[in-house]
């Protein structure tokens, strides 16, 4: 090997010395992900059948409040 | 008495103080049980043999939200968590009917949910909005949402006509790299009960939509 070629390698002899010392020191940082809040509406229909439809229906219209029985 | 068994439900450590007012009413002072995880108390009430009707308004404390959501079939989510409340009930031939009342996360107790419901936050969204990618991990269940807010409103008043319940959910990923809250409300059209598969009616199905 001639002196001109190893003033040639000379660059990427020091990066592979330095290259175990580079790996302990990486650090990598990562943003957190944000997200406007997301407000979400969703109606569930019950179905049933038209039997239990109609009882439910009836105490529907009753009052909201339970009432007590005449003892 | 230790165990009872009402369709799905198993009801544990039953007790009650009871006395007869007449032939036939008998004034309940107090009643309380084990269920779904949590403590169920009954405030005083009467019954009466005749007419083959309870009525009463149930306290409940530490009920568990997975055990609660185990009785509707095929529900597109998992949760843990507990849940505090107060519901009046009504049972008779047509079986148990809910009054106004309410359910909320118990204070101190971590709750998180778990969806597998494609499209629910996505649904409205395009899909190269930046919250897209989120929102569909999200509703796909690889994101479980940490739940700071859980309240189930029983027949609230001021709902619209045919609405028997409403549910507001408001969370975040559990995962501290990613900041996206999450409001939801469900609203239940239709007797809520349909919903619930206590193993005494098959007769129910349900649909949903945004």
Not at chain 2, 176 to 183: D, G, L, M, Q, S
Request: glycine share 10%.
């Amino acid at each position: 090997m001639n002196r001109s070629s190893v003033f040639a390698l000379a660059p990427a002899l020091v990066l592979a010395a330095a290259f175990p010392l580079l790996g302990g020191c990486l650090n990598i940082k990562t943003q957190p992900i944000e997200v406007k809040p997301i407000h979400i509406t969703v109606d569930v229909n019950v179905k049933v059948e038209k039997a239990l439809d109609d009882f439910f229906g009836d105490l529907d219209k009753k009052s909201a409040t339970i009432a007590k029985p005449q003892s | 008495m230790s165990e009872i068994r009402v369709g799905q439900l198993v009801l544990r450590d039953v007790a009650a103080g009871f006395a007869f007012a007449g032939p036939a009413e008998i004034d309940v002072s107090q009643a309380s049980l084990q269920a779904l995880g949590g403590r169920v108390a009954a405030e005083p009430f009467k019954y009466f043999l005749n007419l083959r009707e309870l009525e009463a308004v149930l306290s409940v404390d530490g009920i568990s939200v997975a055990e609660v959501m185990a009785l509707t079939p095929d529900l597109p989510a998992k949760a843990s968590g507990q849940v505090n409340g107060r519901l009046p009930i009504r049972i008779d031939s047509g079986g148990l009917r809910l009054g106004s009342g309410w359910l909320e996360l118990r204070p101190g107790v971590y709750a998180e949910v778990q969806f597998k419901a494609s499209g629910l936050l996505t649904g409205g969204l395009a899909a190269g909005s930046p919250s897209y990618a989120v929102l569909q991990k999200i509703e796909a269940g690889l994101l479980k949402l940490k739940l700071t807010t859980l309240r189930l409103e029983v027949r609230p008043p001021d709902a619209p006509a045919g609405r028997s319940a409403r549910l507001h959910l408001e969370g975040e990923p559990v995962d501290r790299e990613v900041k996206a809250p999450v409001i939801l409300d469900l609203n239940v059209n239709g007797p809520i009960e349909r919903l619930l598969d206590l193993g005494l009616d098959s007769r129910v199905s349900f649909s949903g939509k945004q």
